[in-house]
């Protein structure tokens, strides 16, 4: 079956709900959105904890790490715009995702600030 007609079948049957209102499901881009952001914040806490343990002698290799959390998180803005378009959703996960992506790249580019000047 196409999704055209999928969609139709799905759109054209009656709803139980309370007063008539649809049911609405969050969108699936907006909650991967969020598990990029709590990945990438993750990343960035380790590296955090990593380099407050011993005390700035962080090896070289978690530059790598850096960068996958800036990778993570601009997919997930990417995602979390993206999610903005799926209909007949709640985009509250969408609005959370891009707020935390965005905050993970905003204190990676203060630690690089930081380490540059």
């Known amino acids: 079956m196409s999704t055209r007609g999928k ?3 799905e759109l054209s049957r009656p709803r139980n709900t309370k007063y008539g209102q649809a049911f609405l499901r969050h969108a699936r881009r907006g909650v991967r959105s969020i598990f990029g952001a709590v990945i990438s914040l993750s990343i960035i806490g380790y590296i955090i904890y990593q380099a407050f343990t011993t005390r700035g002698e962080v090896p070289h290799g978690f530059a790598g790490f850096a960068f996958m959390a800036v990778v993570i998180a601009v997919l ?3 995602g979390g715009i993206i999610g903005f378009k799926e209909r007949d959703k709640k985009y509250i996960t969408c609005k959370i995702g ?20």
């Open 7 to 9: 969609r139709v079948r």
């Open 76 to 78: 997930g803005i990417r």
């Open 98 to 117: 891009i707020v935390l992506n965005s905050m993970a790249l905003l204190i990676l580019g203060f630690i690089f600030w930081g380490g540059v000047s």
